[in-house]
């Protein structure tokens, strides 16, 4: 009975051991065109793309998913996010003078959310999906 006990757990240790050695190392990459064809060929054609509430987006990582999927209409992607937002703008003119130093302050050149822009002129292709699991009210 030890002897068969020995020889089960060694056998699930040297599995988990290979298993540890097959774990797929870290890429690093400089170029964000490069990063996008690659996560394509290493998921498929259906992306899922979970990305965090608030300012911390990797907006031009998700920007360039989404312009890759636009491009390539053979691709789904699906965006999973609490919120998806936007950059603050005033509607009159004492409003504008007022949030543009701040957002200036704040935002500086960091790139708005492209599926945002193509979501509020109601363009957002039969390709991409975005699913928000909090709603904000105007």
Same mark, same amino acid.
């Given at each position: 009975?030890?002897?068969?006990?020995? *020889? &089960?757990? @060694?056998?699930?240790?040297?599995?988990?051991? /290979?298993?540890? *050695?097959?774990?797929?190392?870290?890429? $690093?990459?400089?170029?964000?065109?490069?990063?996008? +064809?690659? #996560?394509?060929?290493?998921?498929?054609?259906? =992306?899922? #793309?979970?990305?965090? !509430?608030?300012?911390?987006?990797?907006?031009?990582?998700?920007?360039? =998913?989404?312009?890759?999927?636009?491009?390539?209409? /053979? #691709?789904? !992607? &699906? =965006?999973?996010?609490?919120? @998806? #937002?936007?950059?603050?703008?005033?509607? @009159?003119? !004492?409003?504008?003078?007022?949030?543009?130093?701040?957002?200036? +302050?704040?935002?500086? /050149? $960091?790139?708005?959310?492209?599926?945002?822009?193509?979501? +509020?002129?109601?363009?957002?292709?039969?390709?991409? +999906?975005? =699913?928000?699991?909090?709603?904000? &009210?105007?």
């Amino acid at each position: 009975m030890t002897n068969q006990h020995t *020889q &089960t757990s @060694s056998s699930v240790a040297s599995s988990t051991q /290979d298993a540890a *050695q097959q774990q797929i190392s870290p890429r $690093y990459f400089s170029d964000t065109e490069q990063l996008v +064809r690659e #996560l394509v060929a290493t998921v498929g054609p259906q =992306i899922v #793309l979970g990305i965090p !509430l608030g300012i911390g987006k990797p907006n031009p990582l998700v920007n360039a =998913i989404y312009r890759h999927v636009v491009a390539h209409p /053979d #691709l789904q !992607l &699906t =965006i999973l996010t609490a919120l @998806s #937002l936007e950059k603050p703008a005033g509607a @009159s003119d !004492l409003e504008r003078r007022f949030i543009e130093p701040f957002v200036e +302050r704040v935002f500086g /050149d $960091y790139p708005d959310l492209d599926y945002v822009k193509a979501r +509020r002129a109601q363009k957002l292709p039969a390709n991409v +999906r975005v =699913i928000e699991f909090f709603v904000k &009210t105007c």
